[in-house]
C-alpha cells in the first residue's frame, strides 16, 4: 500500500467531522517588521471534493512545509478545488492604528463570516476569535491537522509573498523580495541606513525577536 500523502491526512482530518461544508482560516506575516497582514479562508464542500478535484491536494501541507515553486502549485490547486476562498489584507499602517493581534482577529473573524452559512464547521489555526465571529474551533498548530486551515496558509502565505515582491518594486532598498518584511541582517542594514519607509510597522515589538536595533532604527524614523 503507498504511503499516505500529507495531503490524504489533512483531508481525512476535515472529513471526520461528519458535515458537508468545512472552512478553514489562517493568516500571513504576523512576525514581519514590514508589510501587511494577510488572512485567508477556505470552504472546501466535502461531498463533491473527490476525483480529480482532490487529487491537486495531494501535497497540501502547512505553507511553512512546502517549498515556494510548490506554494504556488499548491495555491493554485486550492483556488481550483474550494467552493469559496476569502482574503483580507491589513495594512502596515492599520496594524500600527488597531494593533496587531486586535487587526489579526479581526481578519480572521472577516474571512470565516464570508465562508459562513453555508460552512457548517469553522477551523482556525490557534485562535480563538470571539463572540463575533462565526462558531469555531481554535486548534492549535491546525495548519498541520486540518486540510481546510493549511489550505488557507497556502492562500495567505503566497498572497502576502507576491504583495510583497510588488512592494519590493517601489522600494527597492529594503530587499522586501528575499525577506518578504521579516527581520534578518540585510533588512536591519537596509532600515539602518536609509530609514523605514511606509511599509514598516512603527509598532512592532523587535525586543520579542531579540533584535532591539531593528526596533530602534524604525522608531528612529
Do not use: W
Amino acid at each position: 500500500m503507498p504511503p499516505t500523502s500529507p495531503g490524504q491526512r489533512l483531508l481525512r482530518h476535515d472529513r471526520r467531522l461528519g458535515v458537508r461544508f468545512v472552512a478553514g482560516a489562517d493568516e500571513a506575516g504576523r512576525g514581519p517588521l514590514a508589510g501587511p497582514l494577510v488572512a485567508a479562508g477556505v470552504l472546501f464542500d466535502y461531498e463533491t471534493l473527490r476525483g480529480p478535484r482532490v487529487r491537486p491536494l495531494a501535497r497540501l501541507n502547512d505553507s511553512k512545509q512546502v517549498s515556494p515553486d510548490d506554494r504556488e502549485r499548491l495555491f493554485s490547486a486550492v483556488l481550483a478545488s474550494a467552493t469559496r476562498v476569502s482574503v483580507r489584507v491589513v495594512s502596515a499602517a492599520d496594524i500600527d492604528r488597531k494593533g496587531l493581534h486586535r487587526s489579526n482577529l479581526a481578519a480572521l473573524r472577516s474571512v470565516l463570516t464570508d465562508l459562513a452559512p453555508p460552512a457548517e464547521a469553522c477551523l482556525v489555526d490557534g485562535f480563538r476569535l470571539g463572540d463575533e465571529a462565526p462558531p469555531h474551533r481554535a486548534i492549535v498548530d491546525g495548519d498541520t491537522k486540518s486540510a481546510a486551515i493549511a489550505a488557507a496558509s497556502i492562500v495567505a502565505k503566497v498572497t502576502r509573498d507576491r504583495i510583497m515582491r510588488r512592494l519590493d518594486a517601489l522600494y527597492p532598498r529594503y530587499g522586501f523580495s528575499s525577506h518578504v518584511g521579516y527581520i534578518t541582517q540585510v533588512h536591519t542594514a537596509a532600515v539602518h541606513e536609509h530609514g523605514p519607509c511606509a511599509q514598516h510597522r512603527r509598532s512592532f515589538n523587535a525586543r520579542a525577536y531579540g533584535r532591539q536595533d531593528a526596533l530602534v532604527a524604525v522608531r528612529a524614523g
